[in-house]
C-alpha cells in the first residue's frame, strides 16, 4: 500500500523529522515523506501563528501560514492508503495512535500492526478528522518506540502489504475533555499522581463533568503548557 510518513506537524517534536529523515537517505518506492511546518521546524518550536493540527481543513486562501499549509498538506494526504502522523510527548506511557470519526475501517488495524495496543477517536479540528485514512501516532519521550530505526522498518513493512486481516485486541477510546490550567489549580492534580491511561476518580471526573472511569492522558506535557492533559472514556 502507499504510505505518506508526516513529520513535524509540531515542529519541535523530533520524532517525526528523524523517520522522515531517514526515508529522505533511504528511501522506499511506496513511502513518500513530507514535513508539515516547515516554518515551525525551522524555528525549532511548536507553531508560528497557531498550531497547525488545529488547522485542519485549513484555508488555501488564509493570510496565515497554518490555515495555507494544512489546506496544502490535505489535499496530498488523498493520494496514499494510509498516512502515518508523526507526534511526541513528554507524558510517560502514553503511546497510542490517534484516529478520526469516520476513519477508514482498516486504520484500527492498521495502529495494532505498527505496534499500538490503545487509539483515541478524536472529532477536534486535526488532521485524522480531516483525513479518514490518517493514523497520528504519539510517541512518549521515553519510550522505547521513541525510535527512529523501528519505525523505518514498520513503515516499509507495512509499505509491502496490499491487504491484511489482523485481529486486533486493540482498545479504543474517545477524547473526550481538554483538562485546563483552571482545573489543575482548583483540583490540585499535580498532587493527584494521575498516569496516562490510568482511570482517575470518579470525585475528579464528576469535578470536570466527565463520565467515570475517565483516563488522563499528555499529563503536564511540556509541548503545551497552556492545558493540563486530556481525559478519555473507553468505546
Ligand atoms: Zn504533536
Redesign the pocket.
Known amino acids: 500500500m502507499k504510505v505518506l510518513v508526516i513529520g513535524g506537524?509540531?515542529g519541535n517534536?523530533t520524532l517525526g523529522l528523524e523517520v522522515v529523515k531517514l526515508f529522505k537517505d533511504k528511501s522506499v518506492k511506496a513511502v513518500d515523506v513530507l514535513l508539515a511546518n516547515e516554518q515551525a521546524i525551522e524555528g525549532n518550536c511548536?507553531f508560528v501563528g497557531q498550531d497547525l493540527?488545529r488547522s485542519f481543513p485549513g484555508d488555501s486562501n488564509s493570510p496565515e501560514y497554518e490555515p495555507r499549509r494544512a489546506s496544502e498538506i490535505l489535499k496530498q494526504t488523498k493520494k496514499y492508503d494510509v498516512v502515518l502522523d508523526?507526534?511526541?510527548?513528554y507524558c510517560p506511557n502514553n503511546d497510542c495512535g490517534f484516529i478520526g470519526d469516520n476513519a477508514n475501517d482498516n486504520l484500527t488495524d492498521v495502529a495494532w500492526l505498527l505496534g499500538f495496543d490503545k487509539v483515541i477517536v478524536a472529532d477536534y479540528d486535526c488532521i485524522n478528522k480531516a483525513a479518514n485514512n490518517c493514523i497520528?501516532v504519539?510517541v512518549s519521550l521515553d519510550s522505547p518506540l521513541n525510535n527512529a530505526e523501528l519505525w523505518y522498518e514498520r513503515i516499509v513493512m507495512l509499505s509491502r502489504l496490499d491487504s491484511f486481516t489482523a485481529t486486533s485486541n486493540i482498545h479504543k477510546y474517545r477524547f473526550v475533555y481538554r483538562m485546563t490550567i483552571q482545573d489543575k489549580e482548583r483540583l490540585k492534580l499535580d498532587e493527584q499522581k494521575l498516569l496516562a491511561f490510568q482511570p482517575l476518580s470518579r470525585e475528579l471526573a464528576d469535578a470536570m463533568g466527565v463520565s467515570s472511569p475517565a483516563y488522563p492522558i499528555f499529563i503536564g506535557d511540556s509541548?503545551t503548557p497552556y492545558n493540563y492533559g486530556g481525559l478519555l472514556n473507553r468505546l
Do not use: G, L
Open positions: 506537524m509540531h517534536e511548536r493540527n508523526f507526534h511526541n510527548t497520528s504519539e509541548y
